[in-house]
């Protein structure tokens, strides 16, 4: 039986006057490593199968910091019936002053899963948001299952960023070949927004061999990375968070 749930946070600067998990997505509040409050994605299932339907909504409102993180990785699992995929929606809305770290544990895409994931973020002109994005393509030893996911992001009601990747056996031709993934069974991305980087874009750079710093078009930079494993994607992503969280800038990065 597939599952239908929806897990709810809201952050303001008093605190979280709604942390709800649902289903598979239980939320706990821990203890935050700078200011504001942190709350960790903690599964209590497996999920998502074939036919689930899950979503995450995070208000950040005015002035309040949040950083959200995960216990573990997130496995797309087949379902009973090989042609109902899973869907996972994440929503994020952050208001003026406001802060977000969206800071999730990988996106494994089992062999025989069939994943959709959109995430829609809506930042306020004054708004700063930190998303890392990682995507695992089959567990070791195994081909991925088809996994398409959509990153939508709009600042002050303009479009900042509109990204879709398609992955697996369901997907168009090539998504592996030189042009693309090159073999590479992981794939990620770190956006970071902010005021800042309209007084200070950041310069286009490649980072290593496989992956690369661009600004947008608009007060963010984009850094897109493909890796053979999982820790060696998050190397390349931590660098660059570490120096932005460091010196409030991804200049400083080598």
Known sequence: ??????????????????????????????????PGARVTV???????????RLAIEADVRDGAR??????????ALPGRDPAEPAHYDVRLTVGEGAELHWLPEQ????????LRMRTRVELAPTARLVL???????????????????????????????????????????WDGGAVLG???????????????????????????TAVLTPLAGPAALVTAVAPDALRLRRVLDEVLRAHLTHGSVATYR
Not at 66 to 71: F, G, M, P, R
Not at 189 to 207: D, I, N, S
């Open 1 to 34: 039986m597939s599952v239908h749930a929806t897990a709810r946070i809201v952050a303001t600067p008093a605190g979280l006057p709604v942390l709800t998990g649902a289903g598979p997505l239980a939320l706990r509040r821990t203890r935050a490593t700078g």
């Open 42 to 52: 903690v599964g209590a299932m497996s999920a998502p199968l074939g036919g689930d």
């Open 66 to 75: 949040l950083t959200v993180d995960a216990a573990a990785a997130t496995v």
């Open 107 to 114: 996106l494994i895409s089992a062999y025989g899963s069939d």
């Open 132 to 174: 890392r994005d990682e995507q695992i393509l089959g567990r070791h030893g195994e081909e991925p299952g088809t996994l398409l996911t959509r990153l939508t992001v709009h600042r002050a009601g303009r479009p900042l960023l509109d990204q879709e990747l398609a992955h697996g056996p369901g997907a168009a031709g090539g």
């Open 183 to 209: 073999g590479h069974r992981a794939v990620g991305q770190l956006l970071l927004a902010g005021p800042e980087f309209e007084e200070k874009p950041v310069e286009p750079r490649l980072l290593g061999d």
